[in-house]
């Protein structure tokens, strides 16, 4: 399934179907991009990050893709597992703002049994 | 062992009154930065200090006042508490800024209840 993270909208998976989450960016000059992972009462944690000259990223079954034309991020989840139930969030940071990640709304990912 | 750690938890107190958070850092990280997260989950930066000095400062009203003793260790002072500032705040931190971007590591947060 796909979502796209605008106002915090809810994507629910089947227990092992791959799971996308999509993210829009509107700064040209990103240069740098991270997706976090945010259980519930927990603070925000880390999965994978991607620098603008790279295209793909892949992880422990986790993949970023980054598409720079239309200014679009993804993530993919193979085989979602119900650990994998979170809100997930992108973030960028713009070339020369220091460290100041901006963070898009985030999605909900339920896994469902 | 926690990397980055936050204290209190929670924290509930009434409106006019002035609180703390503290934060502390054992990763050996130069930068720290402090984050609300509102209730519709919207997470934004407030400020970001390097070896102690302030290197990002949001639009945050000057009730907030962020204090770095040393490099490990970002306190956040909230003076005459409004019923808005209800939210939670994490504590981050990274390597070294100024350079390429580094992966910001997230405390657990402290949830702040205005009543």
């Known amino acids: 399934g796909e979502s796209v993270g605008l106002h915090l909208p809810t994507l629910s998976v089947q227990e092992g179907d791959n799971s996308i989450i999509n993210c829009a960016y509107s700064?040209?000059?990103?240069?740098?991009f991270i997706w976090y992972k945010q259980e519930s009462g927990k603070g925000p944690q880390f999965i994978i990050d991607i620098r603008s000259n790279m295209d793909k990223r892949q992880g422990q079954r986790v993949t970023v893709l980054l598409n720079k034309t239309v200014k679009h991020l993804s993530l993919q989840i193979a085989a979602t597992q119900p650990g994998d139930s979170a809100v997930y969030f992108c973030?960028?940071?713009?070339?020369?703002?220091?460290?100041?990640?901006?963070f898009g709304t985030g999605t909900r990912l339920q896994v469902m049994l | 062992d926690t990397a980055v750690s936050q204290t209190p938890k929670y924290l509930v107190t009434q409106m006019g009154n002035d609180k703390s958070i503290k934060c502390e850092q054992n990763l050996g990280h130069d930068t720290m930065y402090w984050y609300k997260q509102d209730s519709k989950k919207f997470l934004k930066i407030m400020f970001s200090?390097?070896?102690?000095?302030?290197?990002i400062n949001e639009t945050v009203p000057n009730r907030f006042s962020p204090k770095s003793p040393d490099k490990a260790h970002l306190n956040l002072h909230i003076n005459s508490l409004e019923l808005g500032d209800s939210a939670v705040y994490f504590c981050a931190s990274s390597r070294l800024a100024g350079g390429p971007v580094d992966t910001q590591y997230f405390g657990p947060g402290t949830r702040l209840t205005v009543l």
């Open positions: 700064n040209s000059a990103s240069d740098y």
């Open positions: 200090y390097n070896n102690k000095e302030l290197i």
């Open positions: 973030a960028e940071n713009i070339a020369g703002t220091a460290s100041k990640l901006t």
